[in-house]
């Protein structure tokens, strides 16, 4: 299973970005999804998840209430709208497949990996 993700980049302080990640096949289709982020020098850290229906969501706290994790099944991607951006948000975005139908924060229970995308936000 390969993903592929998409919608980073450069955006101000308060803005918006809508990133997007599509599984190469419908392997996900029963499968949880999960974004996690990367910023420098840090570790990898959970950022949204959700259930391979899409009924159950899970959100860092950091951005619960900012961004918003929904998906299309019928097309294979999952989505993070993202709003009221802050610096703190830059990192480079991963999304996941996971193991099972529910949401997660775990890494460890993701299988599959996109090859990320680099989100920054200036002040």
């Known amino acids: 299973v390969q993903l592929q993700a998409s919608g980073g980049g450069l955006v101000q302080t308060g803005g918006s970005l809508r990133l997007s990640c599509t599984a190469s096949?419908?392997?996900?289709?029963?499968?949880?999804m999960g974004w996690f982020r990367q910023a420098p020098g840090k570790e990898r850290e959970f950022v949204a998840a959700i259930s391979w229906n899409g009924d159950n969501t899970l959100y860092t706290a950091s951005v619960k209430g900012r961004f918003t994790i929904s998906r299309d099944r019928a097309k294979n991607t999952v989505y993070l709208q993202m709003d009221r951006l802050i610096p703190d948000d830059t990192a480079v975005y991963y999304c996941?497949?996971?193991?099972?139908?529910?949401?997660?924060?775990?890494?460890?229970?993701?299988?599959?990996w996109g090859q990320g995308t680099q989100v920054t936000v200036s002040s």
């Open positions: 096949r419908r392997t996900n289709s029963n499968n949880g």
């Open positions: 996941a497949v996971s193991r099972s139908s529910s949401s997660t924060s775990e890494a460890g229970r993701y299988a599959y």
